[in-house]
């Protein structure tokens, strides 16, 4: 399995990215892909959760600002981000937990930043 991501940038505060990261390989369902991230300095903590059955999860720190969702194939994951703060600054990874194994893709920057 290998992981694509794309859509980092830099923004100003209060802006909005679209990240994306598109799987290819065995994706067998049931599978869960999500975002980390990981700022400067900083453990890599956990974003947001999708599962194949649709259900999302999300930290506290970015609840109703980002939402997370996949495509119809499920496939792409997409992590849309709004209101975005100076804080949420990090290098963001996907990742995909299928047939009990971890997938990790290359880093996207986000950098927020007036």
């Known amino acids: 399995v290998q992981l694509q991501a794309s859509g980092g940038g830099l923004v100003q505060p209060g802006g909005s990215l679209r990240l994306s990261c598109a799987a290819s390989?065995?994706?067998?369902?049931?599978?869960?892909m999500a975002w980390y991230r990981r700022a400067p300095g900083k453990q890599r903590e956990y974003v947001a959760q999708?599962?194949?059955?649709?259900?999302?999860n999300y930290a506290d720190s970015v609840k109703g600002r980002f939402t997370i969702s996949r495509d119809k194939s499920g496939n792409t994951v997409y992590l849309q981000m709004n209101n975005l703060k100076p804080e949420d600054t990090a290098v963001y990874y996907c990742?995909?937990?299928?047939?009990?194994?971890?997938?990790w893709g290359q880093g996207t920057q986000v950098t927020v930043s007036s």
């Open positions: 999708i599962i194949s059955t649709g259900r999302t």
């Open positions: 390989g065995n994706i067998f369902s049931p599978n869960a």
């Open positions: 990742n995909i937990f299928v047939m009990a194994v971890e997938y």
